[in-house]
């Protein structure tokens, strides 16, 4: 009968995943490394293209493999979905978790709707975490597999490369077998393979000294908005769930924007749960806290917001380290823990049922329907099209084609994140338009721009004359809203 159940299960998440990938319109994160990979024609260019990512390049490499016969979006979703699957597969077949603990995992935030629905790297990390902690819970265990799978995992994200090390530290610390597999020499090649490619992965995190990130934020270190971001990324982990009053609710955690003071406190607090549960082994306990703290260090240090998707990844340190406790303890779990994981992963589930039905219901992007809209007044393709820096990957994804970016002027198709200025004033993009006209002796042209332009003022300039064709402004993502204007020479 359990078989039944988790087959149900997965054809479940499969038609649901399905059905959310065909409504879910891609974003400028997930439309980026599509064009990125898909104009890359070479290896050799897409690390070259990948230098300012700041994150290893294995999503990438899959990308690239296959735009060479698929160049479209929606067979990245289907990979995509393929990837997250596997994962639920992996969850409903080989974890220790009760069986409805297993299913409400599957359909938690960050496995069904962050991890499945959304085409990123992610996916692909939670993968490789998930075969590794098969593996290694293992009674007999492949450790060259194991390298291999360590190894891998590392070159998905930043966050999965200390997922990685610390994995690999955790079994040195309580596998003998392991300890000397260093002492075979056969085994060097896997050792040294490991080693070569955890260093590959970490040299991508040093991004080019031009990046426009360095001039991006200047708060001191010991500001409050710097510590508040790194304490909170526990709890938007453990505890997601959005403020449903609001239409622009990805991304926002409820308790947080209720109230930042008791969200604080909550935010400290939730630190206190993986203790009381982990504390009965301190190896486990050392494994959550040095993946979370080792995260909490980069929030802290960099000058990005933390965004929900990267609190997925104490998400994804708990789940597995809960996962290793109870298959340790011949998958049995005190009422206490039981409790505590299940209250979890259920308001997480619902968490998850609420951005699903929001997504469907409603534009995730509206650079689907911007695309769709310029396709239909520009059929013969014989009209520039222009894009605000960041628009620039969406409808170049969706439109299939690149397109001039507003910056530098250049087809592109990805961002360029070395632009400087990175973001231009109003005054700087009717100048640059204004140098195109000349440039190129054109005299109509499409801009796209994901902000409203002021157009009696730039009217007056009696060079250009600007008429707004279209907007679509209902994104669930605030900076995704899209103005379609006509530019035409005067």
Same mark, same amino acid.
């Given at each position: 009968?359990?078989?039944?159940?988790?087959?149900?299960?997965?054809?479940?998440?499969?038609?649901?995943?399905?059905?959310?990938?065909?409504?879910?319109?891609?974003?400028?994160?997930?439309?980026?490394?599509?064009?990125?990979?898909?104009?890359?024609?070479?290896? #050799?260019?897409?690390?070259?293209?990948?230098?300012?990512?700041?994150?290893?390049?294995?999503?990438?490499?899959?990308?690239?493999?296959?735009?060479?016969?698929?160049?479209?979006?929606?067979?990245?979703? /289907?990979?995509?979905? /393929?990837?997250?699957?596997?994962?639920?597969?992996?969850?409903?077949?080989?974890?220790?978790?009760?069986?409805?603990?297993?299913?409400?995992?599957?359909?938690?935030?960050?496995? %069904?709707?962050?991890?499945?629905?959304?085409?990123?790297?992610?996916?692909?990390?939670?993968?490789?975490?998930?075969?590794?902690?098969?593996?290694?819970?293992?009674?007999?265990?492949?450790?060259?597999?194991?390298?291999?799978l360590l190894a891998l995992l590392a070159n998905t994200? /930043?966050? #999965?490369?200390?997922?990685?090390?610390?994995?690999? $530290?955790?079994? /040195?610390?309580?596998d003998e077998n392991f300890k000397a597999l260093f002492?075979?020499?056969?085994?060097?090649?896997?050792?040294?393979?490991?080693?070569?490619?955890?260093?590959?992965?970490?040299?991508?995190?040093? +991004?080019?000294?031009?990046?426009?990130?360095?001039?991006?934020?200047?708060?001191?270190?010991?500001?409050?908005?710097?510590?508040?971001?790194?304490?909170?990324?526990?709890?938007?982990?453990?505890?997601?769930?959005?403020?449903?009053?609001?239409?622009?609710?990805?991304?926002?955690?409820?308790?947080?924007?209720?109230?930042?003071?008791?969200? $604080?406190?909550? #935010?400290?607090?939730?630190?206190?749960?993986?203790?009381?549960?982990?504390?009965?082994?301190?190896?486990?306990?050392?494994? %959550?806290?040095?993946?979370?703290?080792?995260?909490?260090?980069?929030?802290?240090? #960099?000058?990005?917001?933390?965004? +929900?998707?990267?609190?997925?990844?104490?998400?994804?340190?708990?789940?597995?380290?809960?996962?290793?406790?109870?298959?340790?303890?011949?998958?049995?779990?005190?009422?206490?823990?039981?409790?505590?994981?299940?209250?979890?992963?259920?308001?997480?589930?619902?968490?998850?049922?609420?951005?699903?039905?929001?997504?469907?219901?409603?534009?995730?992007?509206?650079?689907?329907?911007?695309?769709?809209? +310029?396709?239909?007044?520009?059929?013969?393709?014989?009209?520039?099209?222009?894009?605000?820096?960041?628009?620039?990957?969406?409808?170049?994804?969706?439109?299939?084609?690149?397109?001039?970016?507003?910056?530098?002027?250049?087809?592109?198709?990805?961002?360029?994140?070395?632009?400087?200025?990175?973001?231009?004033?109003?005054?700087?993009?009717?100048?640059?338009?204004?140098? %195109?006209?000349?440039?190129?002796?054109?005299?109509?042209? $499409?801009?796209?721009?994901?902000?409203?332009?002021?157009?009696?003022?730039?009217?007056?300039?009696?060079?250009?004359?600007?008429?707004?064709?279209?907007?679509?402004?209902?994104?669930? +993502?605030?900076?995704?809203?899209?103005?379609?204007?006509?530019?035409?020479?005067?």
């Amino acid at each position: 009968m359990n078989n039944y159940t988790k087959v149900f299960s997965l054809l479940v998440f499969a038609i649901l995943g399905y059905v959310g990938i065909s409504h879910h319109e891609i974003w400028l994160d997930e439309a980026h490394h599509f064009v990125l990979a898909r104009d890359s024609k070479t290896l #050799s260019d897409l690390y070259f293209n990948n230098r300012y990512e700041g994150h290893p390049m294995l999503w990438d490499f899959l990308l690239w493999c296959m735009c060479k016969l698929f160049p479209t979006v929606f067979a990245m979703q /289907l990979l995509h979905l /393929l990837i997250a699957i596997f994962n639920a597969a992996i969850i409903l077949w080989y974890s220790p978790f009760k069986l409805y603990q297993k299913i409400v995992v599957c359909f938690s935030y960050f496995m %069904f709707y962050e991890y499945t629905i959304i085409s990123r790297n992610y996916a692909l990390s939670l993968f490789l975490v998930l075969v590794s902690v098969v593996m290694i819970t293992r009674v007999k265990k492949n450790y060259p597999l194991i390298l291999i799978l360590l190894a891998l995992l590392a070159n998905t994200h /930043l966050f #999965s490369l200390v997922i990685s090390i610390f994995l690999f $530290i955790y079994l /040195l610390s309580t596998d003998e077998n392991f300890k000397a597999l260093f002492s075979q020499k056969r085994n060097y090649i896997f050792i040294f393979l490991y080693l070569v490619l955890l260093l590959f992965a970490a040299s991508f995190a040093k +991004v080019p000294p031009d990046h426009f990130l360095f001039n991006y934020n200047n708060d001191k270190l010991l500001s409050i908005k710097r510590i508040g971001k790194a304490l909170s990324i526990c709890w938007k982990g453990l505890f997601h769930l959005q403020p449903i009053n609001e239409f622009n609710l990805w991304n926002k955690n409820w308790l947080i924007e209720f109230n930042k003071n008791i969200g $604080i406190v909550a #935010s400290a607090l939730a630190w206190l749960i993986p203790f009381l549960l982990f504390k009965e082994n301190k190896k486990i306990l050392l494994l %959550f806290f040095c993946i979370s703290l080792c995260i909490c260090l980069f929030a802290y240090m #960099s000058p990005l917001n933390v965004a +929900v998707r990267h609190s997925g990844f104490i998400f994804l340190a708990f789940v597995i380290s809960y996962w290793i406790l109870t298959q340790q303890k011949n998958k049995t779990q005190n009422k206490k823990s039981e409790f505590i994981f299940s209250v979890i992963i259920a308001q997480l589930c619902i968490s998850s049922l609420v951005m699903y039905i929001h997504d469907y219901n409603y534009s995730f992007s509206e650079g689907k329907n911007a695309s769709a809209f +310029v396709q239909a007044i520009n059929k013969e393709n014989n009209i520039p099209v222009i894009c605000h820096n960041t628009a620039t990957p969406v409808i170049s994804a969706y439109l299939q084609n690149k397109v001039i970016e507003i910056n530098s002027l250049n087809k592109s198709s990805f961002c360029h994140w070395n632009n400087n200025p990175f973001v231009l004033t109003e005054n700087e993009i009717v100048q640059n338009l204004i140098r %195109f006209i000349d440039s190129t002796n054109v005299k109509t042209m $499409i801009y796209i721009s994901l902000n409203k332009i002021e157009i009696n003022r730039i009217n007056l300039t009696k060079k250009l004359r600007i008429t707004l064709k279209n907007s679509f402004s209902k994104s669930i +993502v605030k900076p995704e809203n899209y103005y379609v204007y006509l530019v035409e020479k005067i």
